[in-house]
């Protein structure tokens, strides 16, 4: 079986989500300055500052997580006011870059992320079925290796959440760490440039008719979240374990250490299966009470892909 796709005509790239992640605040103002290396034949690719008041002051948000926000209440709420600047803001690249869910909305969006957690250059998947994206993370692997490139899908009834990429019909996180909030580091910057280089690459090759043979990629499925142990005030009382600290995407077995307390006592993980965490120890996650999260590894496979037969015609 193969799943014909339309073409992509128009992609967006974005920047400053959090305004505190300087690697693709950066690549974005860049490549508003000089596009070269991001043009692709037949294709509109828009660079995006996202959330300019934020970066501007050199933090995550204003009001509120600017990539909770695209959720149908926060897109059609009454413009007062008294609204959340990042809700208007959700509003204004709804309609930008969407209509969400609607076939005006661009094809594609990479939104690029920074985190503090050991993660590498991470792709960020929202649906399981998206044979388009699964096989773009799966020539993106390809073209990194030996360099690993860790896929996390997000797919998950109460623990997805309404992002700024979700305008687009095929939406792509990008996640690279570690690097500190409002801190550029060279190498962090290079995995990101490199990530939306073969993405971007994939694009066009697509375009032009080249097809795509089955596939499989193995991701991270986020599972849980946890939360650091707190006293009856919520108040932290332990930390992440110096066993766990930075090692995202390893295997986390029963009865291995998971966090420390300042007493020097040993908190383990209690589970009747491996996990594999990640967003360890993520600083702009305290205030969301999460320490890391819990995946499973799964396989995900999509069909042969090739650009359909009438766009083929038409090109």
Not at 62 to 84: A, H, T, Y
Not at 133 to 139: D, L, S
Not at 290 to 298: R, S, Y
Request: proline content about 7%.
């Amino acid at each position: 079986m193969s799943s014909p796709c339309a073409r992509v005509r128009r992609v967006g790239l974005f920047g400053g989500t959090h305004g505190n992640e300087l690697s693709g605040v950066l690549l974005v103002r860049h490549w508003q300055q000089d596009g070269a290396e991001i043009q692709r034949a037949g294709v509109q690719v828009k660079p995006f500052l996202t959330n300019p008041r934020a970066v501007e002051r050199c933090t995550r948000y204003i009001d509120c997580d600017l990539n909770r926000v695209f959720d149908p209440e926060s897109l059609g709420r009454p413009v007062v006011e008294d609204i959340p600047y990042e809700v208007r803001r959700a509003q204004e690249i709804n309609h930008i870059f969407g209509p969400k869910g609607s076939d005006a909305a661009y094809d594609l969006i990479f939104d690029l992320h920074n985190t503090t957690s050991n993660m590498g250059g991470t792709i960020i998947l929202e649906n399981s079925r998206d044979d388009f994206t699964i096989q773009m993370v799966h020539y993106i692997k390809n073209a990194l290796a030996p360099e690993p490139c860790p896929a996390l899908l997000i797919e998950h009834p109460s623990l997805k959440y309404a992002t700024t990429r979700s305008v687009a019909k095929h939406p792509v996180g990008v996640e690279v760490g570690p690097q500190p909030q409002g801190v550029a580091r060279a190498d962090v910057l290079d995995k990101m440039r490199k990530i939306v280089k073969h993405g971007l690459d994939f694009v066009q090759l697509f375009n032009e008719g080249k097809e795509f043979p089955p596939c499989t990629i193995e991701v991270f499925k986020i599972m849980e979240k946890v939360d650091y142990p707190r006293n009856k005030n919520g108040e932290i009382i332990a930390i992440i374990h110096p066993k766990l600290q930075d090692q995202d995407w390893q295997p986390l077995k029963n009865g291995d250490p998971q966090f420390l307390t300042l007493d020097g006592e040993v908190i383990p993980y209690q589970g009747d299966c491996t996990v594999y965490p990640t967003f360890i120890n993520e600083a702009a996650y305290y205030e969301k009470k999460q320490a890391f999260v819990k995946t499973e590894k799964i396989k995900l496979s999509a069909k042969h892909l090739r650009l359909s037969v009438s766009e083929q015609s038409t090109s």
